[in-house]
């Protein structure tokens, strides 16, 4: 029984913005003040498995940033969306051309840029830390805050509701 109150099975992809959902929403500066962020290691582990069962990911963000890029890629994602300042149509062109209902999707994200393409997808979802806006339109907020396990919490459930976690002892591996 799965603590979202969606129904699992439905989800075919996921779509998350970064800062403030993969990386904490609090981030130390580089010298010439650029982000730098961090990466919670079991969100790569869920993203890599889920990637791998055929569950559709992208990732639309406003930033720009080559270690975004690099990050995702090596987690197997081929959908990676930077600089995007209205992320609705970016979200419904992916949608399009993977074959995805708003129904089938699920939006992950924590701030104002984020509402129209969380109420555009079935299952909109926010982190713990995320904006009260967004609380107010998520089906499903997190235990987590934002960065610090996000992706895990939501992707575990989407794969175990579709018994593609898990199953034996030869599936542990990244």
Known sequence: ???????????RGVAFD???VLSPATIPMADNGAPIRMANLKDGYAISRANKKGIKLAIISGADAQSIVGRFTLLGLKDIYLSVADKLPVLKQWMRDNDLNPEEVAYVGDDIPDLQALLYCGLPVAPRDAAVEVKSVAKYITGVEGGHGVARELLEEVLKAQDLWISNNNEYAW
């Open 1 to 11: 029984m799965s603590k979202i109150n969606y129904d699992l099975s439905k989800i």
């Open 18 to 20: 970064v800062d403030g």
